[in-house]
Protein backbone atom coordinates (compact mmCIF):
# COMPACT_ATOMS: atom_id res chain seq x y z
CA UNK A 1 0.00 0.00 0.00
CA UNK A 2 1.30 3.43 -1.28
CA UNK A 3 0.94 6.88 -0.17
CA UNK A 4 -1.65 7.79 -2.82
CA UNK A 5 -3.72 5.12 -1.03
CA UNK A 6 -6.74 7.54 0.19
CA UNK A 7 -6.40 9.49 -3.13
CA UNK A 8 -6.77 9.03 -6.92
CA UNK A 9 -4.26 8.77 -9.25
CA UNK A 10 -4.73 12.27 -10.91
CA UNK A 11 -4.66 13.88 -7.33
CA UNK A 12 -8.81 14.62 -6.85
CA UNK A 13 -9.85 13.65 -3.18
CA UNK A 14 -11.79 9.97 -2.97
CA UNK A 15 -14.81 10.90 -0.76
CA UNK A 16 -13.83 8.35 1.65
CA UNK A 17 -11.18 5.84 1.98
CA UNK A 18 -11.79 1.99 3.23
CA UNK A 19 -10.83 1.07 6.65
CA UNK A 20 -8.25 -1.53 6.40
CA UNK A 21 -7.82 -4.67 8.32
CA UNK A 22 -4.85 -5.05 11.00
CA UNK A 23 -2.95 -8.40 11.28
CA UNK A 24 -0.34 -9.65 13.41
CA UNK A 25 0.90 -13.12 12.51
CA UNK A 26 3.32 -14.41 15.62
CA UNK A 27 5.59 -10.92 15.42
CA UNK A 28 8.49 -10.91 18.04
CA UNK A 29 10.54 -7.94 18.56
CA UNK A 30 13.71 -8.36 20.73
CA UNK A 31 15.98 -5.45 22.14
CA UNK A 32 19.06 -7.56 23.18
CA UNK A 33 18.31 -10.19 25.74
CA UNK A 34 14.39 -8.80 26.42
CA UNK A 35 11.61 -9.78 24.04
CA UNK A 36 9.38 -6.41 23.94
CA UNK A 37 6.74 -8.20 22.08
CA UNK A 38 7.00 -12.36 22.20
CA UNK A 39 5.06 -13.95 19.62
CA UNK A 40 1.93 -11.43 19.63
CA UNK A 41 -0.64 -12.65 17.09
CA UNK A 42 -3.95 -10.54 16.64
CA UNK A 43 -6.20 -9.17 14.28
CA UNK A 44 -7.91 -5.73 13.91
CA UNK A 45 -11.11 -6.22 12.37
CA UNK A 46 -11.94 -3.28 9.46
CA UNK A 47 -13.14 0.09 11.37
CA UNK A 48 -12.67 -1.46 15.11
CA UNK A 49 -11.03 0.19 17.79
CA UNK A 50 -8.96 -1.59 19.34
CA UNK A 51 -6.85 -0.86 22.71
CA UNK A 52 -3.80 -2.13 23.71
CA UNK A 53 -3.53 -1.80 27.73
CA UNK A 54 -0.93 -3.01 29.96
CA UNK A 55 1.55 -1.78 32.34
CA UNK A 56 4.02 0.00 32.71
CA UNK A 57 6.61 -2.01 30.19
CA UNK A 58 4.51 -4.71 29.16
CA UNK A 59 4.93 -3.98 25.11
CA UNK A 60 2.50 -1.43 24.11
CA UNK A 61 4.48 1.26 22.76
CA UNK A 62 6.44 -1.56 20.75
CA UNK A 63 3.57 -3.03 19.39
CA UNK A 64 2.45 0.60 17.74
CA UNK A 65 5.49 0.88 16.51
CA UNK A 66 5.99 -2.06 14.65
CA UNK A 67 2.84 -1.40 13.57
CA UNK A 68 3.78 2.14 12.15
CA UNK A 69 7.12 0.81 10.89
CA UNK A 70 9.11 2.63 12.75
CA UNK A 71 10.49 -0.92 14.24
CA UNK A 72 11.20 -3.83 12.49
CA UNK A 73 10.32 -7.24 13.91
CA UNK A 74 12.81 -10.06 14.28
CA UNK A 75 10.05 -12.72 13.11
CA UNK A 76 7.02 -13.28 12.40
CA UNK A 77 4.32 -10.72 9.97
CA UNK A 78 2.43 -7.68 9.94
CA UNK A 79 -0.68 -7.63 7.28
CA UNK A 80 -2.45 -4.12 6.68
CA UNK A 81 -5.02 -4.29 4.22
CA UNK A 82 -4.41 -8.07 3.61
CA UNK A 83 -0.97 -7.06 2.55
CA UNK A 84 2.73 -7.78 4.42
CA UNK A 85 4.26 -4.51 5.19
CA UNK A 86 7.35 -5.79 5.79
CA UNK A 87 9.23 -4.36 3.13
CA UNK A 88 7.11 -0.75 3.59
CA UNK A 89 8.89 1.39 4.90
CA UNK A 90 7.00 3.31 7.72
CA UNK A 91 7.04 7.38 5.29
CA UNK A 92 5.26 4.82 2.62
CA UNK A 93 2.55 3.75 4.82
CA UNK A 94 -0.64 4.97 4.93
CA UNK A 95 -1.37 6.15 8.73
CA UNK A 96 -2.77 8.23 10.74
CA UNK A 97 -0.19 8.89 13.60
CA UNK A 98 -0.83 10.51 17.15
CA UNK A 99 2.09 9.75 19.35
CA UNK A 100 3.64 11.93 22.48
CA UNK A 101 7.06 11.75 20.43
CA UNK A 102 5.70 12.87 17.07
CA UNK A 103 4.41 16.30 18.44
CA UNK A 104 3.08 19.62 16.42
CA UNK A 105 5.78 21.10 14.72
CA UNK A 106 6.10 24.04 16.41
CA UNK A 107 7.32 25.94 14.14
CA UNK A 108 4.25 26.09 11.90
CA UNK A 109 0.88 27.56 12.27
CA UNK A 110 -2.41 24.56 13.17
CA UNK A 111 -2.95 25.37 9.57
CA UNK A 112 0.14 24.38 8.18
CA UNK A 113 0.65 21.56 10.94
CA UNK A 114 -2.55 20.11 9.12
CA UNK A 115 -2.35 20.85 5.53
CA UNK A 116 1.33 18.53 6.11
CA UNK A 117 -0.09 15.27 5.09
CA UNK A 118 -2.17 16.27 2.75
CA UNK A 119 0.99 18.28 0.98
CA UNK A 120 2.60 14.58 1.27
CA UNK A 121 0.28 12.71 -0.22
CA UNK A 122 0.52 15.62 -3.29
CA UNK A 123 -3.50 17.24 -3.12
CA UNK A 124 -3.10 20.29 -4.31
CA UNK A 125 -3.39 23.63 -2.92
CA UNK A 126 -7.14 24.48 -2.56
CA UNK A 127 -8.40 21.11 -1.79
CA UNK A 128 -5.96 21.42 0.82
CA UNK A 129 -7.37 24.63 1.87
CA UNK A 130 -10.33 23.14 2.04
CA UNK A 131 -10.45 20.05 3.60
CA UNK A 132 -8.33 22.14 6.32
CA UNK A 133 -11.37 24.33 7.27
CA UNK A 134 -13.16 21.50 7.34
CA UNK A 135 -11.36 19.63 10.01
CA UNK A 136 -10.83 22.76 12.21
CA UNK A 137 -14.65 23.10 12.32
CA UNK A 138 -15.25 19.31 13.04
CA UNK A 139 -12.90 20.09 16.02
CA UNK A 140 -13.73 22.67 17.17
CA UNK A 141 -11.12 25.43 16.36
CA UNK A 142 -12.01 27.33 12.98
CA UNK A 143 -10.85 30.31 14.51
CA UNK A 144 -7.36 29.13 15.99
CA UNK A 145 -5.98 27.89 12.03
CA UNK A 146 -3.62 30.90 11.90
CA UNK A 147 -1.90 30.23 15.73
CA UNK A 148 1.55 28.46 16.60
CA UNK A 149 1.22 25.54 18.75
CA UNK A 150 2.38 27.05 21.67
CA UNK A 151 -0.42 29.31 21.92
CA UNK A 152 -2.70 26.91 22.40
CA UNK A 153 -4.01 25.35 25.79
CA UNK A 154 -3.19 21.18 26.05
CA UNK A 155 -6.21 20.68 25.48
CA UNK A 156 -6.50 22.21 21.70
CA UNK A 157 -2.95 21.16 20.89
CA UNK A 158 -3.81 17.39 21.44
CA UNK A 159 -7.21 18.05 19.03
CA UNK A 160 -5.48 19.52 16.53
CA UNK A 161 -2.76 16.69 16.82
CA UNK A 162 -5.90 14.24 16.01
CA UNK A 163 -7.17 16.54 12.95
CA UNK A 164 -3.44 16.16 11.79
CA UNK A 165 -4.25 11.77 12.54
CA UNK A 166 -7.42 11.66 10.60
CA UNK A 167 -6.85 14.61 7.87
CA UNK A 168 -5.94 12.66 4.68
CA UNK A 169 -8.54 10.25 5.87
CA UNK A 170 -6.43 7.23 6.24
CA UNK A 171 -7.04 3.23 6.26
CA UNK A 172 -5.58 3.15 10.22
CA UNK A 173 -5.04 5.21 12.71
CA UNK A 174 -2.23 4.36 15.35
CA UNK A 175 -2.63 6.43 18.81
CA UNK A 176 -0.73 5.96 21.75
CA UNK A 177 -1.06 7.53 25.18
CA UNK A 178 -2.90 10.74 23.06
CA UNK A 179 -4.63 11.79 26.05
CA UNK A 180 -1.72 11.33 28.64
CA UNK A 181 -1.20 14.98 29.07
CA UNK A 182 -4.40 15.78 29.79
CA UNK A 183 -5.94 16.48 33.33
CA UNK A 184 -9.21 14.39 34.20
CA UNK A 185 -12.08 17.00 33.05
CA UNK A 186 -10.54 17.41 29.51
CA UNK A 187 -9.46 13.70 29.03
CA UNK A 188 -12.91 12.95 29.90
CA UNK A 189 -14.12 15.27 26.76
CA UNK A 190 -11.21 14.39 24.71
CA UNK A 191 -12.27 10.78 24.92
CA UNK A 192 -15.80 12.00 23.89
CA UNK A 193 -14.29 13.49 21.01
CA UNK A 194 -12.39 10.81 19.45
CA UNK A 195 -15.13 8.41 20.07
CA UNK A 196 -17.38 11.21 17.70
CA UNK A 197 -14.66 10.80 15.37
CA UNK A 198 -13.98 7.44 15.25
CA UNK A 199 -17.66 6.70 14.51
CA UNK A 200 -17.91 9.43 12.01
CA UNK A 201 -14.47 8.17 10.13
CA UNK A 202 -14.64 4.73 10.94
CA UNK A 203 -11.01 4.08 10.13
CA UNK A 204 -9.35 1.04 12.25
CA UNK A 205 -8.15 2.45 15.02
CA UNK A 206 -5.16 0.74 17.54
CA UNK A 207 -5.04 3.14 20.80
CA UNK A 208 -1.98 2.67 23.58
CA UNK A 209 -2.83 3.51 27.03
CA UNK A 210 -2.35 2.65 30.17
CA UNK A 211 -5.46 4.61 31.42
CA UNK A 212 -8.04 1.59 32.36
CA UNK A 213 -11.10 3.95 32.17
CA UNK A 214 -9.65 4.95 28.95
CA UNK A 215 -9.55 1.85 27.29
CA UNK A 216 -13.22 1.19 28.89
CA UNK A 217 -14.65 4.14 27.30
CA UNK A 218 -13.34 4.23 24.14
CA UNK A 219 -12.91 0.63 23.05
CA UNK A 220 -14.67 -2.19 21.06
CA UNK A 221 -12.11 -4.61 21.86
CA UNK A 222 -9.33 -4.43 24.29
CA UNK A 223 -5.94 -6.13 24.58
CA UNK A 224 -4.24 -6.85 27.75
CA UNK A 225 -0.59 -7.16 27.03
CA UNK A 226 1.62 -8.46 30.07
CA UNK A 227 5.62 -9.14 29.42
CA UNK A 228 5.15 -8.69 25.70
CA UNK A 229 2.18 -11.51 25.28
CA UNK A 230 -1.71 -10.94 25.36
CA UNK A 231 -2.85 -11.69 28.62
CA UNK A 232 -6.85 -11.49 27.53
CA UNK A 233 -8.56 -9.88 24.33
CA UNK A 234 -12.15 -9.43 24.22
CA UNK A 235 -14.30 -6.35 24.82
CA UNK A 236 -14.68 -4.04 27.51
CA UNK A 237 -17.86 -5.60 29.33
CA UNK A 238 -16.42 -9.41 28.63
CA UNK A 239 -13.25 -8.48 30.18
CA UNK A 240 -14.67 -6.70 33.13
CA UNK A 241 -17.26 -9.39 33.94
CA UNK A 242 -15.17 -12.23 33.04
CA UNK A 243 -11.75 -11.48 33.46
CA UNK A 244 -9.39 -15.10 32.59
CA UNK A 245 -6.52 -14.23 35.09
CA UNK A 246 -6.27 -12.89 38.07
CA UNK A 247 -3.84 -9.99 36.68
CA UNK A 248 -6.52 -8.77 34.50
CA UNK A 249 -8.80 -8.58 36.76
CA UNK A 250 -6.33 -7.07 39.48
CA UNK A 251 -5.60 -4.55 36.36
CA UNK A 252 -8.75 -3.63 35.42
CA UNK A 253 -11.16 -2.57 38.23
CA UNK A 254 -10.77 -3.51 41.73
CA UNK A 255 -10.92 -6.99 42.37
CA UNK A 256 -11.48 -9.21 45.62
CA UNK A 257 -9.76 -12.63 45.38
CA UNK A 258 -11.13 -14.66 47.97
CA UNK A 259 -8.97 -16.72 50.45
CA UNK A 260 -10.47 -20.17 50.79
CA UNK A 261 -10.08 -20.85 54.16
CA UNK A 262 -12.27 -17.69 55.24
CA UNK A 263 -15.52 -18.44 52.52
CA UNK A 264 -17.06 -21.91 52.39
CA UNK A 265 -17.28 -21.84 48.23
CA UNK A 266 -18.56 -25.84 48.43
CA UNK A 267 -22.02 -24.49 47.83
CA UNK A 268 -20.84 -23.80 44.73
CA UNK A 269 -18.30 -26.11 43.86
CA UNK A 270 -14.80 -26.54 44.59
CA UNK A 271 -12.69 -23.96 42.55
CA UNK A 272 -11.16 -25.74 39.18
CA UNK A 273 -7.76 -26.79 39.03
CA UNK A 274 -5.11 -23.60 39.25
CA UNK A 275 -8.18 -20.85 39.66
CA UNK A 276 -9.07 -18.51 42.61
CA UNK A 277 -12.38 -17.49 43.41
CA UNK A 278 -12.68 -13.45 42.52
CA UNK A 279 -15.68 -11.18 43.38
CA UNK A 280 -15.86 -7.07 42.33
CA UNK A 281 -15.99 -4.73 45.03
CA UNK A 282 -19.41 -3.37 43.67
CA UNK A 283 -21.02 -7.02 43.90
CA UNK A 284 -20.84 -7.04 47.73
CA UNK A 285 -23.76 -5.97 49.38
CA UNK A 286 -23.50 -4.40 53.12
CA UNK A 287 -26.18 -5.72 55.17
CA UNK A 288 -25.41 -4.53 58.46
CA UNK A 289 -25.11 -5.80 61.97
CA UNK A 290 -28.23 -8.59 61.87
CA UNK A 291 -28.82 -10.49 58.96
CA UNK A 292 -32.02 -10.04 57.74
CA UNK A 293 -34.53 -12.79 56.77
CA UNK A 294 -34.24 -13.45 52.99
CA UNK A 295 -35.92 -16.05 51.05
CA UNK A 296 -32.90 -16.75 48.61
CA UNK A 297 -30.39 -17.69 51.06
CA UNK A 298 -29.36 -20.58 48.76
CA UNK A 299 -27.82 -18.52 46.31
CA UNK A 300 -25.79 -15.83 48.45
CA UNK A 301 -22.58 -16.49 50.33
CA UNK A 302 -23.18 -14.65 53.89
CA UNK A 303 -20.13 -13.73 55.86
CA UNK A 304 -19.45 -11.81 58.91
CA UNK A 305 -16.93 -9.21 58.81
CA UNK A 306 -15.21 -6.38 60.38
CA UNK A 307 -14.60 -2.89 59.16
CA UNK A 308 -11.51 -1.58 58.86
CA UNK A 309 -12.23 1.72 57.31
CA UNK A 310 -14.45 3.73 55.71
CA UNK A 311 -13.39 6.05 52.57
CA UNK A 312 -15.77 8.83 51.96
CA UNK A 313 -15.74 9.24 47.99
CA UNK A 314 -18.65 11.75 47.25
CA UNK A 315 -21.42 10.19 46.14
CA UNK A 316 -19.92 6.41 46.93
CA UNK A 317 -18.50 4.97 50.52
CA UNK A 318 -15.78 2.64 50.01
CA UNK A 319 -15.24 -0.03 52.97
CA UNK A 320 -12.27 -2.17 53.53
CA UNK A 321 -13.29 -4.55 55.96
CA UNK A 322 -11.55 -7.87 57.48
CA UNK A 323 -12.46 -11.45 57.63
CA UNK A 324 -9.82 -13.42 58.90
CA UNK A 325 -6.27 -12.97 57.36
CA UNK A 326 -7.37 -10.87 54.33
CA UNK A 327 -9.24 -7.37 53.55
CA UNK A 328 -12.41 -6.94 51.07
CA UNK A 329 -13.04 -3.51 49.64
CA UNK A 330 -16.75 -2.90 48.57
CA UNK A 331 -18.59 0.19 47.19
CA UNK A 332 -21.98 1.48 48.45
CA UNK A 333 -23.88 3.81 46.76
CA UNK A 334 -24.89 6.75 49.37
CA UNK A 335 -28.69 6.39 49.92
CA UNK A 336 -31.37 8.62 52.02
CA UNK A 337 -31.52 7.18 55.42
CA UNK A 338 -28.56 4.61 55.21
CA UNK A 339 -26.92 3.18 57.94
CA UNK A 340 -22.76 3.93 57.80
CA UNK A 341 -20.37 2.03 59.83
CA UNK A 342 -16.98 2.51 61.49
CA UNK A 343 -13.74 0.82 61.96
CA UNK A 344 -14.38 -2.50 64.26
CA UNK A 345 -18.04 -2.73 63.34
CA UNK A 346 -19.21 -6.41 63.02
CA UNK A 347 -21.43 -6.20 60.19
CA UNK A 348 -22.71 -8.99 58.14
CA UNK A 349 -21.67 -8.98 53.87
CA UNK A 350 -23.51 -10.96 51.13
CA UNK A 351 -23.27 -11.88 47.44
CA UNK A 352 -24.93 -13.99 44.85
CA UNK A 353 -22.67 -17.00 44.30
CA UNK A 354 -23.33 -15.81 40.47
CA UNK A 355 -21.13 -13.30 40.61
CA UNK A 356 -18.42 -14.77 42.13
CA UNK A 357 -15.78 -15.51 38.90
CA UNK A 358 -12.93 -18.10 39.02
CA UNK A 359 -9.93 -16.54 37.59
CA UNK A 360 -6.04 -18.37 36.43
CA UNK A 361 -3.43 -17.65 39.26
N1 LIG B 1 14.71 1.16 22.14
C1 LIG B 1 14.73 0.26 23.12
N2 LIG B 1 15.89 -0.33 23.50
C2 LIG B 1 15.92 -1.27 24.47
N3 LIG B 1 14.85 -1.69 25.15
C3 LIG B 1 13.66 -1.13 24.84
C4 LIG B 1 13.53 -0.13 23.83
N4 LIG B 1 12.24 0.23 23.73
C5 LIG B 1 11.59 -0.50 24.66
N5 LIG B 1 12.42 -1.32 25.32
C6 LIG B 1 12.06 -2.29 26.38
O1 LIG B 1 11.02 -3.10 25.87
C7 LIG B 1 10.01 -3.32 26.87
C8 LIG B 1 8.66 -2.83 26.39
O2 LIG B 1 8.69 -1.40 26.24
P1 LIG B 1 7.47 -0.54 25.72
O3 LIG B 1 7.97 0.84 25.49
O4 LIG B 1 6.84 -1.24 24.58
O5 LIG B 1 6.50 -0.59 26.98
P2 LIG B 1 5.09 0.13 27.23
O6 LIG B 1 4.12 -0.96 27.48
O7 LIG B 1 4.80 1.08 26.15
O8 LIG B 1 5.35 0.90 28.60
P3 LIG B 1 4.87 2.37 29.12
O9 LIG B 1 3.49 2.18 29.69
O10 LIG B 1 5.86 2.66 30.20
O11 LIG B 1 4.92 3.32 27.97
C9 LIG B 1 10.52 -2.64 28.13
O12 LIG B 1 11.19 -3.61 28.91
C10 LIG B 1 11.49 -1.61 27.60
O13 LIG B 1 12.49 -1.33 28.53
MG1 LIG C 1 4.59 3.24 26.03
Not at 65 to 84: D, K, R
Amino acid sequence: MGISGSFAADGETKTKSVPAQIEFRNVTKMYGQIAAVRELSLVVHRGEFVTVLGPSGSGKTTTLMLLAGFEAPNSGEIFIGGNSVAAVPSYRRDQGIVFQSYALFPHLTVRRNLEFPLEMRGMKANERAARVEQILRRVHLSDYGDRMPFQLSGGQQQRVALARGLIADPPILLLDEPLGALDRNLREQMQGEIKGLHKEFGTTTVCVTHDQEEALTLSDRIVVMRGGMIEQTDTPEALYDRPATKFVANFLGEANILDETNFPLEANGQPPEGTVAMIRPERVRLLGRAIPARVDAVQRQTVKVVVEEMIYAGPLRKYRVRIGNQVLVLREHVAAGQETFERGDEVHLDWLHSDMRYVRV
